[in-house]
């Protein structure tokens, strides 16, 4: 038997990881260059997408090794913003963001990161390519929520996707003392909504 064999699935996984965080880093270091503020505007864009990818990457191998990560404030305006490039450029579809920030709940950011991520994959399946998915962030009565609306068939019409979806939305809600509503009526599109403690009613 090989030695990879004898290692297990979980000591592969780790592996995996360490090597794949050695590519993300590079990622990260090619996509903030010296005189990048001298780019064109479209193509700064893109680096601050691809820049933003490589992040969210990094947190995942994080999160996978099991490295302990601080339950701190975050702002959950940015988190949106910096998942909507992702949502577009893999559904083609039109993601338009209502708030200003900050709008904070106290959380591990990226547990947080990834219920918002799966939210708006799930809208954006919904609406289909070219259509539209619509997302407030507000504070509310102590709450800081989250409301993303797409133009789908309705709650339970949407494909499956490939990944964890509502089961990392409630973990984060929970996690946060949180919850989820969601309305659908009988006619098309479904409205979400990620309800947050807020500053005012956050548990510390």
């Known amino acids: 038997m ?12 780790t592996r995996l990881c360490h090597d ?6 590079a990622g ?10 001298c780019l064109d ?28 990560r601080p339950v701190t404030w975050v702002d959950l305006v940015d988190l949106v913003a910096a998942c909507v490039p992702v949502v577009e450029l893999s559904h083609a579809v039109t993601v338009q963001v209502h708030g200003h920030g900050p709008v904070q709940t106290q959380g591990d950011p990226v547990l947080v990161r990834r219920a918002l991520s799966n939210v708006l994959d799930n809208a954006a399946r919904a609406s289909g390519p070219g259509g539209a998915v619509q997302v407030t ?8 929520v989250v ?42 599109g479904t409205t979400v909504r990620l309800l947050f ?8």
């Open 197 to 204: 403690p807020g500053q005012d009613g956050a548990h510390r």
């Open 2 to 13: 090989s030695p990879l064999a004898r290692s297990g699935p979980q000591s592969d996984t």
């Open 41 to 68: 505007e479209a193509v700064r864009r893109r680096l601050d997408t691809l820049r933003g990818l490589f992040a969210g990457m990094q947190e995942l191998i994080a999160a996978q090794l099991g490295e302990l």
């Open 20 to 25: 794949l965080r050695q590519y993300v880093a």
């Open 147 to 188: 409301q993303v609306e797409d133009e789908g068939l309705g709650f339970g019409h949407v494909i499956p996707g490939t990944g964890q979806g509502m089961s990392i939305v409630d973990m984060a809600l929970r996690a946060c003392h949180g919850r989820l509503e969601i309305a659908s009526g009988p006619g098309a």
């Open 28 to 37: 990260l270091l090619a996509a903030d260059m010296p005189g990048d503020d």
């Open 137 to 144: 962030v507000h504070a509310q009565g102590g709450l800081s």
